[in-house]
């Protein structure tokens, strides 16, 4: 969760510094909280959170369920008739598809916390105007559009980990292979279906 | 006709995988309806995703 918190303020505050640039020439300088709102609430988190759960929890379950693949643990619970799927691999999606949602709810206030702190204490811009100004163009199929994006990612994420790691072979390189390709193919993944989920969630009703 | 063969011959694995991670998928969804469901295991990796 801290590096969740680490990447979505600085980049709510860099949102809210460069929007401020561009309002302040329209005399709008108040709308800078509308546009950091609907961007993070939209894109920017679940997008950034999902990539930060693949980098980190992703490639952790990647290297574990690796090196319980090549320690032959996995085929030990197999022997002794216990389910890998239902002990492994079940847990691990399941709290993929619970968490990241969470996690991206908290990037989002955080978010405009950095937005905030930029926009009103550094550069002095009115608070009262970027907090009511904050959710005058967001409305519900935002956020819930948001949140579903972050849910499918974190299934996929954890599809994708689980899968190269449960499947993992050649020994320490082995494990090293699986969990590098469960990072470049979790992100691959999830930008290109965030193409596709936002022209279905988002694209017919801008 | 030879640009082709090429083509599906180079992407051929890829597709491989997806059909083999679409199976995995399922294999795990039909884990998910069992009697004995592991809430437990579930609630541990929770945690550890947000403790990280």
């Known amino acids: 969760m801290i590096p969740v918190l680490f990447v979505l303020g600085p980049m709510g505050a860099v949102v809210a510094m460069e929007s401020l640039k561009v309002f302040s020439i329209f005399g709008a300088s108040g709308m800078t909280s509308s546009l950091l709102s609907v961007a993070l609430f939209r894109e920017l988190a679940p997008v950034l959170v999902s990539v930060m759960v693949a980098s980190q929890t992703g490639a952790e379950i990647a290297a574990e369920l690796g090196a319980m693949r090549v320690r032959e643990q996995i085929d030990a619970m197999e022997v002794m008739s216990v389910d890998p799927f239902k002990a492994l691999i079940v847990p691990r999606l399941l709290a993929g598809l619970f968490i990241t949602p969470v996690l991206t709810l908290v990037g989002n206030f955080t978010g405009i916390l950095g937005g905030y702190i930029i926009a009103v204490m550094v550069k002095g811009s009115n608070g009262g105007a970027y907090i009511g100004n904050l959710f005058v163009w967001l409305n519900m199929m935002d956020v819930m559009g948001g949140v579903i994006k972050a849910a499918i990612f974190g299934l996929l994420i954890m599809v994708i980990s689980c899968y190269h790691g449960f499947y993992a072979h050649g020994g320490a390189a082995g494990v090293g292979q699986a969990t590098n390709d469960s990072v470049v193919h979790s992100v691959v993944s999830i930008l290109v279906m965030n193409y596709f989920l936002t022209t279905a969630f988002f694209g017919f009703n801008i | ?52």
């Open chain 2, 1 to 52: 006709m030879e640009w082709a063969l090429h083509t599906i011959s180079r992407y051929f694995p890829f597709v491989t995988v997806l059909g083999r991670m679409a199976r995995f998928f399922l294999d795990a969804a039909a884990a998910v309806f069992t009697p004995k469901f592991y809430t437990v295991k579930m609630l541990e990796q929770m945690q550890r995703m947000c403790v990280h």
